[in-house]
């Protein structure tokens, strides 16, 4: 029974979906599923209810998942205490616009009781940069938000967020229960500058061109709608300060919050991190980074 089938194990049993396993492992399905039934055919049981919908463990792959756990953390501390003895034992995290938020907080305390003698170096990046400096190698694991360039990237989703329109509260858009991005159309939106990741920009301008002041920050963002009646998108439940208010937009799919790291960086560290990071925000309420 080798490691790396427990994690792909781990990975069924967490997604409840091979398609979805096999994406967070970056393989294709065919191979999972081998590796799969030859793990069930190694501990004499199925371990999954198969079904057009996706999969459920069955009461062998429950007692296996909690062993797979244990065994593979294991395998984790091991990795990381020859990290430490060999002077790699420091993490440089990137994190995006806004650092005050629960499942960062949850992170960074499981994170130190797992690995209580490794640095953390943090760097804050502004909303131009939402890959967090991966690309420039200035960072080993960025906690961010897509959509965003992963070339050269991994990533791992954590949870999603709805988002919503950030007005002024004396916007006759205020009063309305939800917004769609025809009822913006015809405003002037906070815009970020040229140079900032196509693909990043065109998520948080609704998917079209839009024009207005430009803004780099978190606070900057709610600047130009406070002083300037402009409008921009922001998480729904985003606490937007005095002056301002946040409507739900019906027609905007949610934010991805996301792990992401260099596509075959081995560092134990990191890997640690992501794990922890999986579970951290898994439970708790959407209070993300990158709030705007």
């Excluded at 991966?134 to 050269?152: I, K, M, Q, W, Y």
């Excluded at 998917?207 to 998108?233: K, S």
């Excluded at 937007?240 to 560290?269: C, E, F, I, Q, Y």
Aim: aromatic share 6%; proline share 7%.
């Amino acid at each position: 029974m080798e490691l790396r089938t427990l994690r792909y194990f781990v990975a069924v049993a967490e997604e409840l979906h091979f398609g979805r396993a096999a994406a967070r492992l970056h393989m294709s399905q065919p191979p999972l599923s081998r590796a799969i039934r030859q793990l069930e055919s190694e501990v004499g049981g199925a371990l999954f209810v198969r079904s057009p919908a996706g999969v459920t463990l069955t009461a062998v792959g429950a007692v296996l998942l909690d062993e797979a756990r244990a065994l593979l953390d294991q395998a984790e501390s091991l990795r990381v205490r020859v990290a430490a003895a060999a002077g790699a034992a420091t993490v440089t995290v990137g994190v995006l616009g806004d650092s005050a938020d629960p499942g960062a907080t949850r992170l960074a305390a499981a994170y130190r009781r797992r690995h209580p003698h490794v640095e953390v170096r943090i760097r804050e990046t502004d909303l131009t940069d939402p890959a967090c400096g991966l690309h420039a190698d200035r960072v080993d694991v960025a906690l961010t938000r897509r959509p965003f360039d992963e070339t050269g990237l991994s990533v791992r989703e954590l949870r999603t967020d709805p988002v919503g329109a950030l007005l002024r509260a004396d916007d006759p858009l205020a009063r309305r229960g939800s917004l769609t991005l025809a009822d913006l159309a015809d405003r002037r939106w906070f815009v970020f500058p040229q140079g900032t990741d196509p693909l990043w920009q065109s998520y948080w301008n609704g998917g079209q061109p839009r024009e207005g002041p430009v803004v780099r920050a978190v606070v900057e963002c709610r600047q130009a709608v406070l002083w300037n009646g402009t409008v921009g998108m922001t998480l729904l439940d985003h606490e937007p300060g005095a002056g301002l208010t946040v409507v739900p937009l019906a027609d905007m799919p949610p934010s991805p919050m996301v792990a992401a790291w260099r596509a075959g960086d081995t560092n134990p560290l990191v890997r640690s991190l992501v794990r922890i990071a999986a579970a951290a925000y898994r439970t708790t309420g959407s209070k993300p980074l990158g709030r705007r």
